[in-house]
């Protein structure tokens, strides 16, 4: 059993590197679509308001495992729910409604030069986002494989099924 505290290497390694990335880009990308102008925000009302719901909530999702995996508490959230498969699903939607949000972003047009920029941002971010969050969900995947089958790949221990076999004279 791991030890709780603050686990400083985390954050320097890729996956934490990956998650502070989710951060800054979900954050960058809440301020170009508030920074969008009434009449364009009114044209695509529907569009920009999924859009800050999958930023706000992958924004909170990945802050959520970063605290998680900063104070080593991994081992605990498992005892709680499944939390290898927990990391793949989430990592995996929020990288998926990533996809549709950069879609939806990149076919709005505005009519003020300045609102059709922070849209075109807001997509560059949620590509960039969404890039973060499809290579985290591979390591999410590679963790789930390694929880679910710890010992399978591994090669059997030399001394356990050894059999030997003599021939017989006779």
Do not use: W
Request: charged residues 10%.
């Amino acid at each position: 059993m791991t030890t709780l505290g603050p686990d400083k290497a985390f954050v320097t390694s890729l996956q934490g590197m990956l998650r502070i990335a989710e951060i800054v880009f979900g954050v960058c990308g809440i301020i170009c679509i508030e920074s969008i102008g009434t009449t364009c925000y009114e044209t695509y009302v529907h569009r920009y308001e999924f859009a800050l719901f999958v930023l706000i909530v992958s924004f909170l999702l990945a802050l959520f495992f970063v605290v998680v995996f900063v104070l080593r508490s991994q081992e605990l959230m498992s005892s709680l729910v499944n939390f290898p498969f927990l990391l793949l699903v989430c990592d995996s939607f929020s990288g998926l409604f990533y996809l549709i949000v950069c879609l939806l972003e990149f076919c709005a047009y505005c009519q003020d030069p300045n609102d059709n920029a922070a849209t075109k941002v807001a997509g560059v971010f949620g590509l960039f986002a969404m890039i973060c969050f499809f290579i985290s969900s591979y390591f999410s995947y590679k963790f789930f494989r390694d929880e679910r089958f710890p010992t399978s790949f591994a090669p059997p221990h030399p001394g356990l099924h050894a059999v030997s076999v003599t021939p017989s004279m006779g």
